[in-house]
């Protein structure tokens, strides 16, 4: 207990994380959110009149346990009141029965792509039926690239009349989930603006604070390509001196992920923590001046602020510059705060401003990384005592780099389903490099405003740049680089962290029971990787998948997965990553094979004993079904053919009524390579003769267990 008592920021935080990760299990009606919120305050106000009586060591219990149903219910009701969807007010409460008009104000920045921009709008007016609504909720929406896009900036009022739609889930199973990652951001709608249809009608609507750091992040962006930092170099740039990734490229991601490096891309801890050295470096001769004791920490502050406020206030630089900020008071008063509280009320003051950062993976990974370094790298750091400066530097990155990994591999094993084998050996490299190319790029920063010092920074900075860059992609295609395929349900992840702080608690105390309990952990851990384990070995699917324009259908049995695809993604495979990549991970999936189900293609294809295709006819299981392609002609009818499935593909010319003959009784699955008039076509015919009809491209996937 009083160990415990000396986390108190920590204590306060868990309870108000309880209320917001409570809030996305279940919303509770809002008439009566404010009374819960305010019910334990009575208790408090009761507790402190009557704390002469109450104070004893039996009753203390009380107090804590009403404060933290407080915290609880704050985080709920703080959680309901970022969500703007819950209100009465959002924009998609109001009953559109004719053409609304819709006015909004840009969030962000466009997100420039090659043909289209990509705008986070706050809706703030609908105009409908000669009313006006005023109205809350923002909104995804994707312009098409003209000669208007390049007057888009934050705070642009514009106004338009096409209807938001729901943005969709995942279309196919283990697809990245855009509209969960979007929800994370209080954005459930989208929209898809072309040309011509939408106005600007003012501008300078936003934040004034936010609008100057986002001109002044541009600005520095214009000033690296004026000096010549183009290409993967200004990429680079961009996001490691200012936070920028905007640039990047998916084979740069992929490299820096893959070497295990990609943290330096986020302005972070690393670059905020340089920016805090030179400024209390430069401030130094200020100490002795106890007249002017506020001065120094509150300078270092503005440094701080000011490197902040050049990034465009980046989510990442927010988190760091607020524990520096934090820091710098602390020991201006001479109170050296354990790190674990200054961590914990950095986290409360963002997530009391915006609760859903608690499901950004950045902040997840920032603040597990921290805390463990925190954590174990002292206890790593005595394990070899070097001698030589130059070996205490090495193994202190060596030690840094242990301690996060150990820490953040779970969730980054949960999320990407890799782990950089050579983190080590990147790190060790990339890292020096890394604050190296800090330091060039503040003094770039500063000499930017003299052209021949500017020049000759500028210069030096991009041979740092690429020295880097053929260094991390030196190192991530090295054979063995990365354990890709890797796999660890929720469960997992959770029983992981138990195993890791319960051994580290073993190691600390040296008491048995904890070495029992991280025992205990491993066979929870054992258990659930056996089931898993045991489903996968059972399972038998028939997918169709949703490719644009392309036909797919999945065939899997245990730890094998075949898949009938169109002569295009057959010379094309890379295309069937997206949609199927994630789910071949959690299924387990080690053989994939393809198979092109053209029609002028007359050999059978066996699993087993279950014939797979013969022309244009599939078996899998007790399933029997048929892939319909303009490529297939069906002969003309002399007896019905009992199947379970067909499958319509590429605009088939055929009626259902006409199918219906041939295959009564069929479900019938019309794929993503029809368009959507037809296959909006098929489901109305459909609906008129009681067929069972599933369309893929308005639906997603269609997967059938064939175990149920």
Same mark, same amino acid.
């Given at each position: 207990?009083?160990?415990?008592?000396?986390?108190?920021?920590?204590?306060?935080?868990?309870?108000?994380?309880?209320?917001?990760?409570?809030?996305?299990?279940?919303?509770?009606?809002?008439?009566?959110?404010?009374?819960?919120?305010?019910?334990?305050?009575?208790?408090?106000?009761?507790?402190?009149?009557?704390?002469?009586?109450?104070?004893?060591?039996?009753?203390?219990?009380?107090?804590?346990?009403?404060?933290?149903?407080?915290?609880?219910?704050?985080?709920?009701?703080?959680?309901?009141?970022?969500?703007?969807?819950?209100?009465?007010?959002?924009?998609?409460?109001?009953?559109?029965?004719?053409?609304?008009?819709?006015?909004?104000?840009?969030?962000?920045?466009?997100?420039?792509?090659?043909?289209?921009?990509?705008?986070?709008?706050?809706?703030? /007016?609908?105009?409908?039926?000669?009313?006006?609504?005023?109205?809350?909720?923002?909104?995804?929406?994707?312009?098409?690239?003209?000669?208007?896009?390049?007057?888009? @900036?934050?705070?642009?009022?514009? $106004?338009?009349?096409?209807?938001?739609?729901?943005?969709?889930?995942?279309?196919?199973?283990?697809?990245?989930?855009?509209?969960?990652?979007?929800?994370?951001?209080?954005?459930?709608?989208?929209?898809?603006?072309?040309?011509?249809?939408?106005?600007?009608?003012?501008?300078?609507?936003?934040?004034?604070?936010?609008?100057?750091?986002?001109?002044?992040?541009? /600005?520095?962006?214009?000033?690296?390509?004026?000096?010549?930092?183009?290409?993967?170099?200004?990429?680079?740039?961009?996001?490691?001196?200012?936070?920028?990734?905007? $640039?990047?490229?998916?084979?740069?991601?992929?490299?820096?992920?893959?070497?295990?490096?990609?943290?330096?891309?986020?302005?972070?801890?690393?670059?905020?923590?340089?920016?805090?050295?030179?400024?209390?470096?430069?401030?130094?001769?200020?100490?002795?001046?106890?007249?002017?004791?506020?001065?120094?920490?509150?300078?270092?502050?503005?440094?701080?602020?000011?490197?902040?406020?050049? @990034?465009?206030?980046?989510?990442?630089?927010?988190?760091?510059?607020?524990?520096?900020?934090?820091?710098?008071?602390?020991?201006?008063?001479? /109170?050296?705060?354990?790190?674990?509280?200054?961590?914990?009320?950095?986290?409360?003051?963002?997530?009391?401003?915006?609760?859903?950062?608690?499901?950004?993976?950045?902040?997840?990974?920032?603040?597990?990384?921290?805390?463990?370094?925190?954590?174990?790298?002292?206890?790593?750091?005595?394990?070899?005592?070097?001698?030589?400066?130059?070996?205490?530097?090495?193994?202190?990155?060596?030690?840094?780099?242990?301690?996060?990994?150990?820490?953040?591999?779970?969730?980054?094993?949960?999320?990407?389903?890799?782990?950089?084998?050579?983190?080590?050996?990147?790190?060790?490299?990339?890292?020096?490099?890394?604050?190296?190319?800090?330091?060039?790029?503040?003094?770039?920063?500063?000499?930017?405003?003299?052209?021949?010092?500017?020049?000759?920074?500028?210069?030096?900075?991009?041979?740092?740049?690429?020295?880097?860059?053929?260094?991390?992609?030196?190192?991530?295609?090295?054979?063995?680089?990365?354990?890709?395929?890797?796999?660890?349900?929720?469960?997992?992840?959770?029983?992981?962290?138990?195993?890791?702080?319960?051994?580290?608690?073993?190691?600390?105390?040296?008491?048995?029971?904890?070495?029992?309990?991280?025992?205990?952990?491993?066979?929870?851990?054992?258990?659930?990787?056996?089931?898993?384990?045991?489903?996968?070995?059972?399972?038998?699917?028939?997918?169709?998948?949703?490719?644009?324009?392309?036909?797919?259908?999945?065939?899997?049995?245990?730890?094998?997965?075949?898949?009938?695809?169109?002569?295009?993604?057959?010379?094309?495979?890379?295309?069937?990553?997206?949609?199927?990549?994630?789910?071949?991970?959690?299924?387990?999936?080690?053989?994939?094979?393809?198979?092109?189900?053209?029609?002028?293609?007359?050999?059978?294809?066996?699993?087993?004993?279950?014939?797979?295709?013969?022309?244009?006819?599939?078996?899998?299981?007790?399933?029997?079904?048929?892939?319909?392609?303009?490529?297939?002609?069906?002969?003309?009818?002399?007896?019905?053919?009992?199947?379970?499935?067909?499958?319509?593909?590429?605009?088939?010319?055929?009626?259902?009524?006409?199918?219906?003959?041939?295959?009564?009784?069929? @479900?019938?699955?019309?794929?993503?390579?029809?368009?959507?008039?037809?296959?909006?076509?098929?489901?109305?015919?459909?609906?008129?003769?009681?067929?069972?009809?599933?369309?893929?491209?308005?639906?997603?996937?269609?997967?059938?267990?064939?175990?149920?």
């Amino acid at each position: 207990m009083k160990v415990w008592t000396r986390f108190p920021f920590i204590r306060i935080l868990l309870p108000f994380i309880g209320g917001i990760l409570l809030y996305s299990v279940f919303q509770l009606d809002s008439v009566f959110l404010p009374f819960w919120v305010l019910a334990p305050l009575p208790f408090i106000g009761v507790f402190l009149f009557f704390r002469g009586r109450l104070a004893s060591y039996h009753f203390r219990w009380i107090m804590g346990a009403v404060i933290n149903v407080q915290l609880l219910f704050t985080g709920y009701y703080l959680s309901f009141l970022e969500n703007e969807k819950s209100h009465h007010n959002h924009f998609s409460e109001i009953q559109v029965d004719s053409q609304p008009v819709y006015n909004a104000v840009l969030l962000e920045a466009p997100q420039k792509r090659a043909n289209s921009a990509r705008l986070f709008l706050s809706v703030t /007016r609908v105009f409908l039926d000669n009313k006006v609504y005023h109205v809350k909720g923002k909104l995804l929406a994707y312009v098409a690239k003209d000669s208007l896009v390049d007057s888009l @900036t934050y705070g642009t009022e514009i $106004m338009f009349s096409q209807l938001p739609d729901l943005v969709r889930k995942p279309a196919n199973p283990g697809e990245f989930n855009y509209a969960s990652y979007l929800s994370v951001k209080r954005v459930y709608h989208q929209v898809y603006l072309a040309r011509g249809s939408y106005i600007i009608t003012g501008k300078g609507k936003g934040n004034i604070f936010k609008a100057f750091a986002l001109n002044m992040r541009a /600005r520095l962006l214009s000033t690296m390509q004026q000096y010549g930092i183009q290409g993967r170099e200004y990429a680079v740039a961009a996001a490691l001196l200012i936070g920028y990734d905007d $640039m990047l490229d998916a084979n740069q991601r992929r490299e820096y992920a893959g070497a295990g490096v990609v943290h330096i891309l986020c302005v972070s801890g690393l670059h905020v923590g340089v920016v805090f050295l030179i400024a209390d470096y430069l401030f130094y001769f200020l100490r002795k001046r106890k007249k002017m004791v506020w001065l120094r920490p509150s300078l270092i502050i503005l440094v701080i602020w000011t490197y902040a406020l050049i @990034t465009g206030f980046a989510p990442s630089v927010l988190r760091a510059s607020l524990m520096f900020s934090l820091i710098t008071v602390g020991k201006s008063l001479n /109170r050296h705060a354990h790190t674990y509280n200054t961590l914990a009320a950095s986290a409360f003051i963002l997530l009391v401003i915006t609760p859903g950062m608690i499901y950004d993976l950045g902040f997840q990974l920032s603040y597990v990384a921290v805390g463990g370094i925190v954590t174990f790298q002292p206890h790593i750091q005595k394990i070899f005592a070097p001698v030589h400066v130059v070996s205490k530097y090495f193994w202190g990155l060596i030690s840094v780099s242990v301690a996060a990994q150990l820490v953040t591999a779970p969730l980054s094993v949960y999320y990407f389903h890799q782990f950089p084998n050579y983190f080590l050996l990147a790190n060790l490299i990339a890292i020096p490099l890394a604050g190296v190319l800090i330091y060039t790029g503040v003094l770039f920063i500063f000499f930017s405003f003299i052209p021949v010092l500017g020049k000759i920074v500028a210069t030096l900075l991009i041979l740092q740049i690429k020295i880097l860059n053929n260094t991390v992609s030196f190192v991530e295609g090295l054979p063995g680089a990365v354990s890709k395929a890797l796999y660890l349900s929720p469960i997992s992840v959770i029983v992981v962290y138990f195993v890791v702080i319960a051994l580290f608690l073993w190691y600390l105390q040296k008491n048995r029971r904890w070495f029992m309990a991280a025992i205990f952990f491993c066979v929870i851990l054992a258990a659930d990787y056996a089931f898993i384990a045991i489903g996968r070995a059972n399972q038998q699917l028939l997918m169709v998948h949703s490719v644009n324009r392309h036909s797919a259908i999945s065939m899997v049995s245990g730890d094998s997965q075949w898949v009938m695809c169109d002569s295009g993604l057959i010379a094309n495979p890379q295309l069937l990553n997206y949609p199927t990549e994630s789910f071949r991970v959690k299924a387990g999936i080690r053989h994939f094979n393809l198979i092109d189900f053209s029609a002028t293609n007359p050999h059978n294809h066996m699993l087993g004993k279950s014939l797979v295709f013969d022309h244009g006819f599939f078996q899998f299981g007790n399933k029997r079904g048929i892939v319909l392609s303009p490529l297939v002609n069906l002969p003309e009818i002399e007896k019905t053919i009992r199947l379970d499935y067909v499958i319509l593909t590429s605009n088939y010319k055929a009626s259902l009524r006409m199918l219906q003959a041939y295959f009564p009784g069929a @479900t019938f699955i019309a794929d993503a390579s029809n368009a959507q008039w037809k296959s909006k076509k098929w489901a109305e015919e459909a609906s008129k003769l009681r067929l069972t009809y599933y369309s893929v491209r308005e639906s997603g996937a269609w997967v059938q267990n064939l175990n149920e």
